[in-house]
């Protein structure tokens, strides 16, 4: 591996049900992308998963967020039990977002930081 790759990794971002059904042929994508993960795997890359989450009632969103203040009087089981649709394996993490950006409002950045990754590819 080279110097870049040792401080890489794939973040898979939400790859979760209720969101990849949304998309015109889902079983596709997660095809394309279960395939970059497993080539990631293959070349040692750590694969960080990331979902779009809440808790049951949502009660991160205000009513005033465009992005979900909508889904709040009926949440949808998909964002208040997110689940990735490719099973992380070994300690592969697993990072939950409450904003659209993964950056704000969830741990994405500590984690990171943590393990010294300065180059992402995202799927």
Do not use: W
Not at 101 to 108: K, P, Q, R, T
């Amino acid at each position: 591996m080279t110097r870049d790759a040792d401080h890489a990794a794939l973040l898979v971002m939400d790859v979760q049900p209720g969101i990849i059904e949304r998309m015109p042929d889902p079983a596709d994508y997660v095809a394309r992308v279960t395939a970059a993960v497993k080539a990631a795997r293959a070349c040692r890359v750590p694969v960080i998963h990331v979902v779009v989450g809440f808790r049951p009632g949502m009660p991160e969103v205000s009513t005033r967020n465009q992005s979900f203040g909508a889904l709040k009087p009926h949440a949808p089981p998909a964002l208040t039990d997110p689940r990735p649709a490719i099973a992380p394996e070994g300690a592969e993490v697993v990072v939950t977002k409450r904003r659209v950006s993964a950056f704000a409002g969830s741990d994405l950045e500590v984690v990171l930081r943590g393990a010294e990754i300065d180059h992402m590819v995202l799927c």
